[in-house]
């Protein structure tokens, strides 16, 4: 079993920023991908970014682009979201996952075996 905890969520003013973190824990399993998804009131959860954990290589959704960078320590097994110039409809539970499977486009939830709790984003105006 993988547990993975998100932190650095809060409250902020449109156009600042917020760095959220994820620490992966465990038994040794192997890992292809992480992912940061999103989850707005009465909204299905969305993809937000994710990067290879090997190679690094990194894919985001069009909204965040440009704002948005995921990164990684392979060395304290944790992921990070740099969020800046953040806007109200960024709020959202962000959460990671843990995608342990080759292949796939990677922005679907299904794609994904291993969730933390979500950590709240809220972006006031």
């Known amino acids: 079993q993988m547990q993975m905890v998100e932190s650095g969520g809060g409250l902020v003013q449109a156009g600042g920023s917020l760095r959220l973190s994820c620490a992966a824990s465990?038994?040794?399993?192997?890992?292809?991908?992480m992912g940061w998804f999103r989850q707005a009131p009465g909204k299905d959860r969305e993809f937000v970014a994710r990067?290879?954990?090997?190679?690094?290589?990194?894919t985001y959704t069009d909204s965040v682009k440009g704002r948005f960078t995921i990164s990684r320590d392979t060395s304290l097994n944790t992921v990070y979201l740099q969020m800046n110039s953040l806007k109200p409809e960024d709020t959202a539970v962000y959460y990671c996952?843990?995608?342990?499977?080759?292949?796939?486009?990677?922005?679907?939830?299904?794609?994904?075996?291993?969730w933390g709790q979500g950590t709240q984003v809220t972006v006031s105006s």
């Open positions: 465990g038994r040794a399993i192997s890992v292809y991908a």
């Open positions: 996952a843990a995608d342990t499977t080759y292949g796939g486009t990677g922005r679907s939830p299904s794609e994904y075996k291993y």
């Open positions: 990067i290879t954990w090997n190679g690094g290589a990194t």
